[in-house]
């Protein structure tokens, strides 16, 4: 659609989109700013791909899922908002986002991808909705800022080497659970 639309500054789009699809905004490196409406119900692969201008994103309710490299190497994202429609956050999503500083993950979401936070460097607080049931390899490997992991579900999610082991060995992250799930 844009692809390489290296000018591009500001998207509103209309209430008609219901899906923004394979690498629709792909390097749009001057991309500012993206008001995504209520209908859009999926954000496919590589949809905003490195748009490096992009300083935050509002995914609305409808969306259910956030594609494979959605907003990989979206340097300048520092917050994302997502829906309480989204299930799925896909391999490699957020991978980059070197300046995301938190991230709540909302109930509804069952799975998070491989490498889907990885190389955050600023991230210093996750959040794990009570739904999250899987979270695949190296999805939040080398967040080196991380501090706070915040975990809803009473039941801990399948981790399948998440983490860089050495967040836990040589920081202050602590992670927090449920009363009842401490054990």
Known sequence: AFKECYSLESVS???????????????????KS??????????????????????????????????VCAFKECYSLESVSLGNGVTKIGHSAFYNCSSLKSVDIPN????????????????????????????????????KSLKSIYCKATTPPRIDHAWDLSLFRDSNCKVYVPRNSVE
């Open 108 to 143: 509804n979401v069952t799975f998070i991808g491989g490498d889907a936070f990885r190389n955050c460097e600023k991230l210093e607080t996750v959040t794990l909705g009570s739904g999250v049931t899987e979270i695949e390899q190296y999805a939040f490997e080398y967040c």
């Open 13 to 31: 789009l209309g209430n008609g989109v219901t899906e923004i699809w394979y690498r629709a905004f792909y390097n749009c490196s001057s991309l």
């Open 34 to 67: 993206v008001d995504i409406p209520n209908n859009v119900t999926a954000i496919g692969e590589d949809a905003f791909r490195g748009c490096s201008s992009l300083k935050s994103i509002a995914i609305p309710d409808g969306v259910t899922e956030i594609g």
